[in-house]
């Protein structure tokens, strides 16, 4: 089947730790899209790739970084300069380019909780 | 620049009674419009998208959206909810020049069924 997989579901993070949220998809898509969800604030745009070897901060990329090393990965780190990191976390999917017309497909989601 | 506004964050309403759920857009060029469905602690689902074409799209769990270019709006409707409906609704945005499939976000609105 394909599909969008994020690991884990759950995450906890001690202060000043670094932590890494993975993001696999097997759709072949192009594009990737990280969000962070708080209640009572819809979804916020981290970062995003459109290519591989390539990506653009999104409207809330401070403290995070990401890596586009191959198509079917899209690693979130939540760095120690996060000061406030306890959010569910979305990865996206989208076919690119070549399908302006075509949805975004979502995983399941990690929430990322503070010890 | 385009902006999503969804008019209701909580929609309180009994089994089997109607509902609509209000999203109005923002934007200066031709746009795609799409629901997303978010189950508690899951990832988003899209419901239905409007591309071109018949303004009336339709899911296949019973809801349906209109699409109104003079009100830009694309309310979603169903005319008897269920208890599994009960989730929360993302109406987005994009359009052509949204390179890579990039997507405008509502706030959600909260959809509880009651019995």
């Known amino acids: 089947d394909g599909g969008i997989t994020q690991s884990p579901k759950y995450l906890f993070r001690k202060e000043g730790q670094n932590v890494t949220l993975s993001c696999e998809q097997n759709?072949?898509?192009?594009?990737m899209y990280w969000y962070r969800q708080d209640p009572g604030q819809g979804l916020r745009l981290i970062y995003y790739s459109q290519i591989v070897n390539d990506f653009q901060k999104g409207d809330i990329a401070e403290g995070y970084s990401v890596s586009r090393e191959k198509k079917e990965s899209f690693p979130l780190t939540v760095t120690s300069a996060q000061k406030n990191p306890t959010a569910f976390y979305l990865c996206a999917s989208h076919v690119g380019m070549r399908g302006p017309r075509s949805a975004q497909y979502f995983g399941p989601g990690t929430r990322l909780l503070v010890l | 620049a385009q902006s999503v506004t969804q008019l209701d964050s909580q929609v309180p309403v009994f089994e089997e009674a109607p509902v609509e759920l209000r999203c109005n857009y923002s934007s200066s060029v031709s746009v795609y419009l799409f629901w997303y469905v978010q189950y508690p602690n899951q990832g988003l689902q899209l419901l239905l998208k409007?591309?071109?074409?018949?303004?009336l799209v339709e899911s296949i769990n019973g809801f349906e959206a209109e699409f109104n270019k003079s009100q830009t709006s694309f309310h979603l409707r169903k005319p008897s909810v269920h208890i599994s409906d009960t989730a929360e609704y993302f109406c987005a945005v994009s359009t052509l020049y949204n390179q890579g499939g990039k997507l405008i976000f509502g706030q959600g609105t909260e959809l509880s069924v009651k019995p």
């Open positions: 759709l072949n898509h192009d594009a």
């Open positions: 409007y591309l071109s074409g018949s303004t």
